[in-house]
């Protein structure tokens, strides 16, 4: 079963696995709308998903169909290959992990191994898991971060968090010189990427 937004890359995947003797595609979905019920209906064996869907929280779906269809092993597309999204992919028992750029052939490989058993991840975003940093942030900067992403000013931020407002901007600074941002929105963006919040 296919779910992936970019209709040339669907028709692509549906092309060359329907080209296998041994390989069937059941489905092929545009969108996420519909996922989890043609997914219990169908029992797929392997589900190719696109991570980057735009209306469907699609490693929220990859856990729901995991304990519903439990013979199903998830493949995950995606363009967005970060440790942060590794490390969440695989907490949601995604079986594959692999960037949208990979070669038709690498691809048929990869759903074989997939339902053979084998977990399969992108060796560049693997490599880039390993060599992640830690978190240098510590709770409490972490608490100011997500207040800050919530889009709340300085004061804002003292306020909820019981803080002075010049407390605050020692969070803040001590953020940006841990992350190497230039500024509050930078260091937000590169923690969610990290996973950090």
């Known amino acids: 079963m296919l779910v992936e937004e970019a209709g040339l890359l669907r028709g692509a995947l549906q092309a060359v696995l329907g080209d296998e ?3 069937e595609v059941v489905a092929a979905l545009g969108d996420g709308d ?3 019920a043609v997914a219990a209906e169908l029992c797929p064996d392997i589900l190719v998903m696109d991570l980057d869907l735009r209306h469907t929280d699609a490693l929220g779906a990859a856990r729901q169909i995991v304990a519903s269809v439990p013979n199903c092993s998830i493949i995950a597309l995606t363009a967005r290959q970060t440790p942060a999204i590794l490390n969440r992919a695989l907490r949601a028992n995604v079986r594959g992990f692999l960037g949208k750029d990979l070669e038709l052939s690498e691809f048929v490989r990869v759903v074989r191994a997939v339902h053979a058993g ?3 991840i992108d060796p560049t975003t693997a490599l880039a898991a390993l060599r992640a940093v830690n978190n240098p942030l510590t709770a409490r900067e972490r608490d100011v ?3 800050a992403a919530d889009g709340l000013s300085t004061r804002q931020i003292a306020s909820r968090l ?3 407002e010049g407390t605050v901007r020692n969070y803040l600074s001590a953020i940006q010189r ?3 941002a230039n500024n ?3 260091a937000i963006g590169m923690a969610r990427d990290s996973g950090w919040l």
């Open 34 to 36: 519909k996922l989890l």
């Open 145 to 147: 971060l997500r207040a």
């Open 162 to 164: 019981f803080l002075t």
């Open 178 to 180: 841990k992350t190497g």
């Open 21 to 23: 003797p041994d390989l």
């Open 118 to 120: 084998e977990r399969v």
């Open 184 to 186: 509050r929105w930078e």
